[in-house]
């Protein structure tokens, strides 16, 4: 098992909210045994849009039944399910979802989200676990601008057992982040994690400092930030999409961290974010203590969705 994986049963308990959700909208639509026709695949693309699938995406996935049915490869409600789980997990290659390390030590990670979102959370979880692998874990406060910003995080820091670079509140970020690289290499560090304000995406300005961040960085340790995770709260709908267009211009996000996802039953923005950005959905938050994170299993998730 690798370091943040979880059990099927795991998922299962923790998504309870979201499976309810669609399983109730679903068989309100799917009777057992009944014939598939142009009604039901209407009522299904309804369903499966107000369960945050998203209008393009569920309108691929019904023109993919829709196909299916009509070369009859498909006939009646009890291959629909089936139909959905095995296209939506396709969606997901292997590579997608692994954490990208560097060749040689640290591995730095920049971490981007909108207030509120659950990003410092987040990113204890990620040092937490990392840490907890025997892993040498440096966070960096670079979300100086809100006063309580810096303070939150050298609270989970110090929880958790993991080195903190942090300035005054105010500092200038870049500053944070060049003086949490010289210490990390210094200090041999295996992981470097950097928080950065919890920007509005409609706010340019701050975006374009999140693009001076990571190019500090960059001049600091070769290569880096080897991931860029945009930590996006689950129950945020589709305006997750809209943010993360808007951060991925900034920063190129590499990877998504959809926090909050044990308590939404919006779990289906999943496969919107995939299918519409291409950009991989790498981890999960499914609860509020430092353990509750979980690597991205497409197979599990689907499977915990739709059972």
Partial sequence: MGIFTKTAEYFKERLGK?????TSSLSSV???GRKIDESLLDKLEETLISDDIGIETTDKLISQLRQAWRSEQIATTDDIIPFLKEHIKSYWPHRDRQLNFAPSKPTVILVAGVNGSGKTTSIAKLAYTLSRNNKKVIVAACDTFRAAAVEQLSIWAERIGVQIVRHKSGADPAAVAFDACQAAVSRDVDFLILDTAGRLH???DLMRELTK?????????????NEVLLIIDATTGQNAI????MFTQAIDVTGIFLAKLDGTARGGIVISIKDQLDIPVKFIGLGEKPEDIAEFDPETFVDALFN
């Fill in 18 to 22: 979201t499976r309810e959700k669609i």
């Fill in 30 to 32: 799917l009777s057992l």
């Fill in 202 to 204: 409609t706010q340019k």
């Fill in 213 to 225: 961040i990571r190019d500090v960085v960059a001049r600091k340790i070769p290569d880096a930030p």
């Fill in 242 to 245: 809209v943010q993360a267009k």
